[in-house]
């Protein structure tokens, strides 16, 4: 299985991350994609190639206008505002005000932007996004060359953002972008799986109301774990997408076997639909050892799911998330390629 992958990610590494009351090292750091690189390569992966430039048409087609002219000016406004620091969200549009009026000054534009304040932005923040965006439409395009597989190793993530909100630590949704590539490329039908331990809000939301994309998710409960606010079971979809929409929210201390009960029926209920091809969002924070998650699954856990996931026989293109137990997030996920090339 072929990867891509782009050096340009490192041009999005905040200092802060707010988290419990203070500002740490954000846990989505640089360094991540550094063990995955490794291990790949320990694999015999070695296929790694740089992707070209991001195809903005497609990116626009995805993402509100306005949405876009802000990720690409936000650090030009907020220093000209005389902000000393990184940008990070303290002003929401929250019940009852207006949620359709972005402020013209840039504090407030980037509250109505956001959907959560840990996640911040800097200089290089807009390069890091397209260049992640870049590797995810490299990898399908790949795929809808002929190949069987292909792995984007997107950093910054990309489940989290909407068509115009960011937060979650993504910006540009990868995953969304592959799966309308593969719908113009001829699939009447595509599925995307994200085993992510945190509900693909942001994916969810732009198909939310399409019968052509099936979006399931295996994720910790929102009563108990971020987002918080999206992906209850009682979420199917509406109109045309009623049905289309599969969430499997789990308990703190779920490990492999009801998570595997959960990926099996994700699986049967994507065959059932009649996927032509699969974007799987490859978060890896499932992870026993995670420090922001609460699910128990081990290494050799994600070799078998990627196993299940192979038994789809379908072309598909993973899209690298989250997962932040760093030393280990390249064994977890290198072992999903590996169980589903076995498949
Ligand atoms: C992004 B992805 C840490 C809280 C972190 C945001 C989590 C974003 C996860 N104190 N909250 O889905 O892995
Ligand atoms: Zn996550």
């Known amino acids: 299985m072929k990867t891509f992958f782009s050096e340009e990610h490192r041009r999005h590494f905040p200092q802060a991350e707010l988290s419990g009351g203070q500002f740490v090292t954000p846990y989505e750091r640089p360094s991540r994609v550094e063990y995955v690189l490794a291990r790949l390569k320990e694999r015999g992966m070695t296929d790694i190639v740089a992707p070209g430039a991001p195809d ?41 005000m207006q949620a359709g009026r972005p402020p013209r000054n840039i504090d407030g534009k980037v509250g109505y932007y956001a959907l959560a304040s840990e996640t ?31 792995f984007a190793l997107c950093r910054p993530p990309g489940h989290h953002a909407t068509a115009d909100m960011y937060g979650g630590y993504c910006f540009i949704n990868n995953a969304a972008l592959v799966a309308e590539a593969f719908r113009r490329d001829g699939a009447g039908r595509v599925a995307i799986l994200d085993i992510d ?71 049967a ?36 799911a990627g196993r299940r996931i192979g038994t789809l026989g379908l072309p598909t293109v993973f899209c690298m998330e989250g997962g932040y137990a760093i030393e280990a997030v390249g064994v977890n996920a290198v072992n999903v390629l590996e169980g589903y090339q076995d498949a």
């Not at 295996?218 to 045309?240: I, K, M, Q």
């Not at 639909?273 to 081990?298: Q, R, T």
């Open 120 to 150: 911040a932005m800097t200089g290089g923040t807009w390069a890091a996004a397209l260049s992640s965006a870049a590797s995810a439409q490299a990898a399908q395009a790949h795929v809808a060359g002929g190949a069987k597989s292909a």
């Open 269 to 304: 209920r994507i065959r059932a639909f009649g996927a032509e091809a699969l974007v799987v969002s490859l978060g890896v924070d499932a992870y026993k050892d995670d420090p922001i998650s609460f699910f128990k699954l081990d290494s050799p856990d994600f070799m078998d």
């Open 56 to 96: 903005m048409a497609a990116i626009r087609a995805l993402c509100a206008p306005d949405y876009l002219d802000f990720l690409e000016n936000a650090w030009a406004e907020w220093k000209a505002e005389g902000m000393a620091g990184e940008i990070i969200a303290a002003n929401f549009p929250a019940r009852r």
């Open 197 to 267: 331990f945190h509900h693909g809000n942001g994916t969810q939301d732009i198909f939310y109301d399409r019968g052509d994309i099936f979006f399931a998710s295996l994720h910790g409960a929102p009563e108990d774990a971020f987002p918080y606010f999206l992906g209850f079971a009682d979420e199917t979809g509406v109109g045309a997408g009623e049905g289309t929409t599969a969430n499997y929210p789990m308990l703190p201390g779920t490990g492999y076997g009801p998570w595997s009960a959960a990926l099996d029926d994700a699986i």
